[in-house]
């Protein structure tokens, strides 16, 4: 089995794959070390998670490679017992991955994959990568074969069209907030700042800005396009649509419901933590304590039409009300961007695969329900994904919490047998009208006497 990319997805499989009788398994990552959302370690932001969800545990609460035998390895248990955080900080989370990715064999950082074909002489997956130096600069190339491939590129930082131009330009200090800690001193000694995003990220980095701005000329902006600055969907039923369950119902719905239900379900990935917003609130309330408001402005439901330079630093940004159809403007010295990532584009890296993919209406790509793409019969090799199937999967396919089920039940699928033993019920609800599959009732007639298992002896 060969992963290409190693964030924590692929990085949870290699955990899992590591001593699985007569399975060989290599990863590989252009980076030179595991880098996971680097410029968003916030001081203080936590994971949105239980650390439950670390790379192994929902499916083998044994594996060494665990947050806890993290814990223990830095001599670290009992401090994180008497703290009693049940959500961890990202940084922490950053670190337990890193310590992973440094002991975990069979990964190989500063590899670049360069094309995939796919060989019928070998009837194998042909792989050719090039090695990097230090400086990203290529020391050598190489080649190698698989029968199994794991897709785990990751998601890329989304800037809106109307702000691209912007990115662009060095020197105009418009940034995605995936680099917002690499420009944060920058960002700070702007006059006046704009964030532009609803999501957790955006609510993150304006509630970093505001705790470090003088009291009274904060200057800050905060736009978004949702119709409110809305919390994340947290109830305990809420969330059991991250659950193994929901995400096999959401995968046997006809291809438009899942279209049509997908938008629908943005506050359970693109709200914001309840906690975060009462953050916010007390540091704005705090500051009106003596009179007067901060200087910030804080409006949902707008939308940017348009946006341009001023001189060489500062940017006039075109908005919209959606509900009111109003328009204005506002001139600004730096824009955060908390736009949000998408699926990494893979069409180059498989273009020579292309003829063997089957596609949906939309023309993407087919994915059964074990996170496998649907290639012709000509191809008995196997691809799967990790990621980039939301459109057959549903909303949890980022979410760290089923990462490790995920990573189980490709490993399941591609050694034939159930090496993880995935349980058949993770929810109270029930999705659909699909009565359950009741265990049949144990008996101990005569007739079923084969069935019984036979005493072992106690000793």
């Known amino acids: 089995m060969a992963g290409i990319g190693i964030g924590p997805f692929n990085l949870s499989l290699a955990a899992l794959a590591h001593g699985i009788p007569g399975l060989r398994t290599a990863c590989y990552d252009q980076n030179h070390t595991f880098r996971w959302h680097a410029g968003l370690l916030i001081d203080g932001t936590t994971l949105q998670v239980p650390f439950l969800a670390d790379l192994v545990t929902l499916a083998d609460p044994t594996s060494p490679w665990s947050f806890l035998n993290y814990l223990k390895s830095r001599e670290r248990l009992y401090p994180f017992y008497f703290a009693e955080r049940f959500h961890i900080q990202r940084a922490e989370y950053d670190s337990y991955c890193r310590w992973v990715s440094r002991q975990l064999p069979g990964l190989h950082f500063g590899h670049q994959i360069d094309a995939i074909r796919w060989n019928p002489e070998r009837s194998l997956f042909e792989i050719d990568f ?3 130096d230090t400086d990203g600069e290529a020391e050598a190339l190489g080649r190698t074969y698989t029968r199994n491939l794991v897709l785990g590129v990751g998601t890329a930082p989304h800037v809106p069209d109307p702000l691209r131009p912007l990115v662009d330009a060095p020197a105009v ?5 995936a680099d917002y800690l690499d420009h944060r001193e920058r960002i ?3 006059e006046h700042i704009t964030v532009i995003g609803s999501g957790q990220s955006g609510a993150e980095v304006f509630l970093d800005l505001l705790r470090n701005r003088p009291a009274g000329r904060e200057k800050l902006h905060w736009l978004a396009r949702t119709p409110a600055f809305a919390p ?4 305990k039923l809420g969330l059991e649509q991250f659950t193994p369950d929901y995400t096999r119902y959401f995968h046997a719905l006809p291809e438009p419901v899942r279209n049509q239900l997908l938008p629908q379900q943005w506050q359970l990935h693109k709200g914001i933590a309840a906690e975060t917003l009462a953050d916010i609130h007390d540091e704005l309330y705090r500051r009106s304590l003596h009179g007067g408001w901060p200087d910030t402005v804080l409006t949902p439901g707008v939308f940017v039409r348009t946006a341009g330079r001023v ?7 075109h908005l919209e009300h959606a509900q009111q159809g109003t328009r204005s403007r506002i001139t600004t010295d730096a824009v955060i961007l908390a736009t949000g990532y998408r699926e990494r584009p893979v069409d180059t890296l498989l273009a020579a695969l292309d003829p063997y993919i089957r596609r949906d209406h939309s023309e993407r790509p087919r994915i059964d329900e074990n996170h496998r793409l649907v290639l012709d019969p000509l191809v ?3 691809i799967h994904v990790q990621n980039a199937e939301r459109h057959t999967h549903g909303v949890g396919t980022p979410d760290l919490g089923l990462a490790a089920w995920r990573s189980a039940t490709i490993l399941n699928a591609i050694t034939g047998k159930a090496v993880y033993p995935l349980p058949e019920r993770t929810a109270f609800t029930t999705f659909g009208l699909e009565p359950r599959p009741q265990p049949r009732p144990r008996t101990t007639g005569s007739e079923d006497r084969r069935t019984i298992p036979r005493q072992l002896p106690v000793h």
Do not use: W
């Not at 001189?311 to 940004?317: A, C, F, H, P, Y």
């Open 188 to 190: 700070l000694a702007a």
């Open 130 to 132: 090039t090695q990097l």
């Open 173 to 177: 200090p418009v940034i995605h907030s």
């Open 380 to 382: 008995r090799g196997a």
């Open 311 to 317: 001189g060489t630093t500062r940017v006039e940004l």
């Open 232 to 235: 994340m969907e947290y109830s």
